[in-house]
């Protein structure tokens, strides 16, 4: 991944906040708004997304997005910053900048140059599976993310999270994970299947019912088996 790019725009962006920060006085206030406008839509825009499951089609302009928010939440400490008293504000947005260096953070930042390849399946018209590689290291440290999306071929520039399972290759053959819708299309049974290098039978096979509520909710209808 491009961390060194990744950090250099971080820091180029912080820096460019603390310069607008430094001659707040002398910002236009055409421009004072529109910074209130874009972190307002951009927060605004992640609340919805987050309740609905909804996202772009392009996992690149997805991770993109990650880089508005990070724009985003260092004009509100910009703006918190100019609360008084002044020097005790300025220390505590100061300090809510450290989080930003976590994992986290920097990670889907990262992804924005070099997203991680992923095999796209289209189980029907409208449904599709997403299988993404993750972790380095170990069988224990790796595996793949596999998420089932509602695709309308009216609306293909977004989609919709379905029913997401991860699966580790200490456990199965991760990267051979997929996705079968079953007859009824209201069910869809995500199988891992066994792995040469692990001893016995270590596929996984579970079906689930397809849809899930339009706010994230643990799924409890979910019954494994092994095949």
Known sequence: MHFRLTFALMAALTAAMVLVRIDWGR????????LVVFAAAVFFIFAVCYA??????????????????????????????????????GIAAVVMLF???????????????SPLPATTTRLSDEIISVRTPWGTGTA?????????YYQPSWMP?????????????????ANAAYAVLEPD????????PAAAYLPGDTAISITLPLTRPVFHSPIKEATPSSK
């Open 185 to 192: 299309y209201w069910h869809v049974t995500m199988v891992c």
């Open 140 to 148: 224990n440290t790796t595996g793949t993310d596999l998420i089932l």
């Open 52 to 89: 609905t499951k909804w996202s772009a089609a392009s996992s690149r302009l997805n991770f993109a997005f990650c880089w508005a928010l990070l724009a985003a939440w260092e004009i509100v400490l910009l703006h918190f910053s100019l609360l008084r008293p002044r020097w005790l504000t």
């Open 27 to 34: 910002i236009p206030p055409r421009v004072k708004t529109g």
């Open 157 to 173: 520039l977004l989609r919709r999270a379905l029913r997401p399972a991860r699966y580790y290759n200490g456990k199965c053959d």
């Open 99 to 113: 989080p930003l260096l976590s994992a986290s953070v920097i990670f889907p930042l990262a992804m924005a140059f």
